[in-house]
């Protein structure tokens, strides 16, 4: 009786290690694919350079998503510093905020298609009775890990620029310390809530943006100018 009570408590224990490596796989792979995006982007220095993405769809489709979405916050990120130039010329600053309507409706889109993505791998999960529903989808949490590996990238640039005074290397290397925290805090509600959702505990309910003002029909600018 010993011996069982014992190999049942070892048991237990492996099965906690497991699904503790496994509860934290999902935010790993995506800060470095995130990381690996930023840095194939910038190895180019055209703002609005085609997606050079390493991963087949029909092979790895979340990891494909995954870098399409970093890749297209990085070019919005870069259409977001240039026209903040004071000095930008009207008519390009309009063409550039066009630019800028365009990604951030793709990027929508690609945060839902991710979300798809994982209703789909959960469409079989048992859901308890008692399960409540996260007040973030999955993939809008994703979506902001993206972003914040952006923030992290360039706020290390600046900790490190020649031309900055030690004051302000100072300061961005204390925002940067948040942001690394911000990170790890991120990511361990991403992987919480995929393993709650994984075990029942919550359900996915996805509701699309269902944004107006693209569609010629809602916007009544657009809807007039027919």
């Known amino acids: 009786m010993f011996i069982k009570s014992c190999n049942l ?3 237990n224990f492996i099965f906690v290690i497991l699904r503790s490596k496994i509860k934290y796989m999902f935010s790993k792979k995506a800060n470095d ?7 194939t982007y910038k190895n180019n220095k055209e703002v609005a350079q085609k997606c050079n993405n390493p991963f087949d769809k029909n092979v790895s489709l979340i990891d494909f998503l995954l870098f399409e979405k970093c890749w297209i916050d990085a070019i919005q990120w870069a259409f977001e510093d240039i026209i903040r130039d004071p000095y930008i010329n009207a008519e390009d600053a309009l ?3 066009r630019k800028i309507d365009a990604s951030n409706q793709v990027r929508t889109d690609t945060v839902e ?8 791998k959960y469409k079989d999960i048992s859901v308890s009775k008692s399960a409540k529903i996260n007040s973030e989808s999955p993939a809008w949490a994703i979506d902001r890990l993206s972003i914040l590996a952006l923030k992290i990238y360039h706020m290390h640039l600046e900790t490190a620029r020649e031309d900055a005074s030690d004051a302000h290397k100072a300061n961005c290397s ?3 310390n948040i942001l690394l925290d911000q990170r790890t805090d991120l990511s361990t509600a991403i992987d919480d809530l995929l393993e709650d959702i994984t075990l029942g505990k919550k359900y996915m309910k996805v509701y699309k ?4 003002y693209n569609d010629a029909e809602l916007n009544p600018v657009l809807r007039a100018s027919k």
């Open 9 to 11: 408590k070892y048991l």
């Open 33 to 39: 694919i995130f990381n690996d995006a930023i840095k």
């Open 95 to 97: 063409v550039l905020k």
């Open 113 to 120: 298609y991710i979300d798809h993505y994982f209703l789909d």
């Open 174 to 176: 204390k925002k940067l």
């Open 209 to 212: 943006q269902m944004k107006m």
